[in-house]
């Protein structure tokens, strides 16, 4: 009876081990996934903040020109 219930047992590891292993691959893929986001995420913000650079200064002079044509 005891041999019965260690195999019982040893089956129910076993199988839990297997769904582990397999949700483990499966967060690894998602990762890879989430993070490859990101970096395009990243990538974007640092091109917008030049462009809204660019542009601050562009209407930075402009009011300055347009400032020195009234005085």
Do not use: C, P, Y
């Not at 041999?3 to 590891?13: E, K």
């Not at 967060?27 to 490859?36: C, E, I, K, S």
């Not at 462009?51 to 200064?57: A, N, Q, S």
């Amino acid at each position: 009876m005891d041999a019965v219930w260690a195999a019982g047992v040893a089956g129910a590891f076993s199988l839990l081990a297997i769904v582990v292993a397999k949700l483990g691959k499966e967060n690894h893929a998602d990762h890879q996934v989430v993070q490859g986001i990101l970096r395009t995420m990243h990538k974007s913000l640092n091109r917008t903040e030049d462009k809204v650079d660019r542009i601050d200064t562009a209407l930075t002079d402009h009011v300055r020109s347009k400032h020195k044509q009234t005085d």
